[in-house]
């Protein structure tokens, strides 16, 4: 099962793409599936980048002082 990891998470990618798109429809399934990439990149970066964590925790604080 660990040889073939990326043929099985890449298996069942393509059958919720596919029923996606049957579903909502083409369109309607890129955009989603674009929010979805964006939302990892997201979080990766948060991940890696201590700035951009800084920036978030920043912008999203609650402010006492007002």
């Known amino acids: 099962m660990n040889r073939h990891w990326g043929k099985i998470v890449g298996g069942l990618a393509g059958l919720i793409i596919a029923l996606m798109m049957i579903h909502y ?8 599936i674009a929010f979805i990439a ?3 990149v997201i ?8 700035n951009f964590r800084r920036f978030f925790e920043h912008l999203f604080s609650s402010r006492d002082d007002l």
Request: no cysteine; aromatic share 10%; glycine share 16%.
């Open 43 to 50: 979080g990766w970066r948060f991940d890696i980048d201590e």
């Open 25 to 32: 429809g083409i369109l309607k399934s890129l955009i989603i």
């Open 38 to 40: 964006l939302g990892v």
